[in-house]
């Protein structure tokens, strides 16, 4: 068994080979021995090479995970620094206003009571005075009554008003609106810096983001409860469900007045803020525009402006029963596409990813945006007469 067949790979003797063999490529064993070490030296070559570059990239995501977790504690620390910080300042502010109140509080007391003793010994003098003066008038006495009439019936002028008028104060209470007016203030402070905040940490991505999913199970995952915010509803607009409905309607609604409501435009934005992945989907009846905006978009002007699809800070997908079409900064792309109710929206704002799909049995893309955000977006929705849309609750 000298021999090697190549044609058969197999080792073989002499007599094989004039044999059975006869014709094939044939070679000495020790030949084919000598042809085969070569290939497995070089493929150990390419193993062992392989092993240290995934030795180096170990090393190297070792060094990422001990930086990340250095940087995450470093930030943790500086935060709650901050965070005290913040917390001593309202602390102060609180305990500064208390103390004001307080000084306040006993000054206008101490007015009050200084006056009111005045005038209690002003009634005790009055009360004296129409003593003597009763005694005087029971007097017989004609001669003794003449005698001490003009010595008693001089009155004394008071050093006060007839009456005391209080000014309509609302004593303090002026003072809790300042302070709740500051809360709302900082309410809103907060809302926008943590919205900034969350768009910051999602981009502390060592690795690549994951792929867009295929399908609506992998959808579902990044699925997330999306409010409509009062506030920013045209007063056309009705909102229910727990507001997560819009319906447009003939009449005003009683909102009340705010600078970040609709004036011109029948549409509205969520409340919550979308940042990294997410995924929503909105149940249409009729025409609905489906839309993301950045928070900043105008609130009164022409349509040009404000309406969702003709500025550069919106996105949005008109939905009609004619059929479909995209919208971004005045450029309208129609789209063919099987129509649906109910239409899915995919974000991945880092990877500055958006998709639009039609949800039924299957998912159907029908449009898919590739960009850069560069802020928080707010999910939003268009409604024309008698339309409304509704934000599903993920199942």
């Not at 009340?256 to 929503?280: A, I, K, M, N």
Request: net charge neutral; charged share 30%; hydrophobic share 30%.
């Amino acid at each position: 068994m000298k021999m090697f067949c190549r044609t058969d790979q197999k080792c073989i003797c002499y007599l094989c080979s004039v044999d059975e063999h006869k014709g094939h490529d044939t070679v000495s064993a020790a030949a084919e021995r000598t042809e085969r070490q070569r290939e497995l030296e070089v493929r150990r070559e390419k193993i062992q090479q392989r092993i240290q570059d995934r030795e180096k990239d170990v090393k190297l995501l070792q060094q990422e995970v001990e930086a990340i977790n250095h940087s995450a504690d470093k930030t943790v620390e500086d935060s709650e620094k901050i965070f005290t910080e913040l917390i001593r300042l309202i602390q102060k502010r609180s305990s500064d206003v208390k103390q004001q109140i307080r000084s306040q509080q006993e000054t206008e007391v101490s007015r009050v009571k200084e006056l009111q003793e005045k005038l209690e010994q002003e009634i005790t003098e009055l009360k004296r005075k129409d003593a003597e003066l009763k005694q005087l008038s029971n007097t017989e006495d004609h001669n003794q009554f003449l005698h001490n009439y003009p010595s008693l019936s001089a009155l004394s002028e008071s050093t006060h008003s007839s009456s005391i008028n209080i000014r309509p104060l609302r004593y303090f209470e002026d003072v809790t609106a300042a302070v709740s007016e500051l809360r709302d203030k900082l309410q809103d402070i907060l809302r926008d810096t943590w919205t900034n905040i969350s768009l910051t940490l999602t981009e502390v991505e060592v690795l690549q983001s994951e792929p867009e999913p295929k399908s609506r199970a992998g959808f579902l995952k990044y699925s997330c409860e999306i409010t409509l915010d009062p506030n920013t509803a045209n007063r056309r607009l009705l909102l229910s469900e727990e507001n997560r409905k819009v319906t447009m309607m003939d009449q005003h609604q009683s909102y009340s007045s705010h600078p970040d409501r609709f004036t011109d435009c029948s549409q509205v934005l969520s409340r919550e803020s979308l940042t990294g992945r997410c995924y929503w989907e909105v149940e249409r009846r009729w025409r609905v525009s489906v839309a993301v905006a950045y928070k900043n978009i105008s609130r009164v002007g022409s349509e040009n402006e404000c309406e969702f699809g003709c500025n550069d800070k919106s996105w949005a997908l008109n939905c009609s029963q004619n059929g479909s079409r995209f919208g971004h900064n005045k450029i309208w792309t129609s789209i063919s596409g099987p129509g649906s109710s109910r239409v899915g929206v995919y974000l991945d704002h880092r990877a500055g990813l958006l998709s639009f799909y039609s949800v039924s049995e299957t998912m159907t893309l029908l449009h898919r945006v590739q960009t850069t955000f560069t802020q928080p977006l707010y999910a939003g929705l268009w409604v024309c007469l008698a339309s409304s849309a509704e934000f599903c609750k993920p199942k």
